[in-house]
């Protein structure tokens, strides 16, 4: 089964914790993201990598972190210094080539609580 | 700044009345324009499109973009409950495969 996948499903933090966010693709996708979706609002862009090794800065990256050293993975690290986390995280995948149209594909989502 | 804007925010109808819901878009270097309807979860993809008045169909759902007046609407007819959901609208931009999210229009349909 071709998909991704994202861990854990709920995550509980406390104030001043860094956490860590998985996501893993099968697709062999090149591009990836990290969206933050808070109620009643749609998908802000936190980070996007399109090639191993480099990702660039989306929309509200402060307070994040992420890295790229495998093709399939694009772990998120919300750390300390973003004040207000609690939000549903999504990631999602796409080829990532100008030759193709392309299109999204989304993981489950992890909702991270700050207790 | 590249902006999408989808309206209404929030649409409450009744089992089998038809609903339009309308997205538009200021985006450089636009590529295509995709909806996703999103239930509880993930955003499932419903439609691409990247030719101005071509229709695109899947049962009771259709689409259409506009490339000039720089948007596009999502019908529903005979709107049944399972259509209640958060329907985005996106836009990819050539540049950095890069994909800009409009806030999302929730539906509630009641029986």
């Known amino acids: 089964d071709g998909g991704i996948t994202q861990s854990p499903k709920y995550l509980f933090r406390k104030e001043g914790q860094n956490v860590t966010l998985s996501c893993e693709q099968n697709?062999?996708?090149?591009?990836m993201y990290w969206y933050r979706q808070d109620p009643g609002q749609g998908l802000r862009l936190i980070y996007y990598?399109?090639?191993?090794?480099?990702?660039q800065k989306g929309d509200i990256a402060e307070g994040y972190s992420v890295s790229r050293e495998k093709k399939e993975s694009f772990p998120l690290t919300v750390t300390s210094a973003q004040k207000n986390p609690t939000a549903f995280y999504l990631c999602?995948?796409?080829?990532?080539?100008?030759?193709?149209?392309?299109?999204?594909?989304f993981g489950p989502g992890t909702r991270l609580t700050v207790l | 700044e590249d902006k999408v804007v989808q309206s209404p925010l929030s649409l409450v109808v009744h089992e089998g009345d038809t609903v339009t819901l309308n997205c538009s878009y200021e985006?450089?270097?636009?590529?295509?324009l995709l909806w996703y309807k999103q239930e509880k979860k993930a955003p499932t993809f419903l439609f691409m499109l990247?030719?101005?008045?071509i229709e695109k169909k899947s049962g009771r759902l259709s689409s259409i973009l506009d490339k000039k007046e720089l948007f596009s609407i999502l019908n529903i007819t005979a709107t049944q409950t399972g259509d209640s959901a958060v329907y985005l609208c996106?836009?990819?931009?050539?540049?950095?495969?890069?994909?800009?999210f409009g806030s999302g229009t929730k539906l509630n349909v009641k029986p």
């Open positions: 990598s399109q090639i191993v090794n480099d990702f």
């Open positions: 990247t030719s101005s008045g």
């Open positions: 999602a995948s796409s080829i990532g080539t100008s030759e193709y149209y392309n299109e999204q594909f």
């Open positions: 996106a836009v990819e931009a050539y540049n950095f495969n890069k994909f800009y």
């Open positions: 697709l062999n996708h090149d591009a």
């Open positions: 985006v450089t270097n636009f590529r295509s």
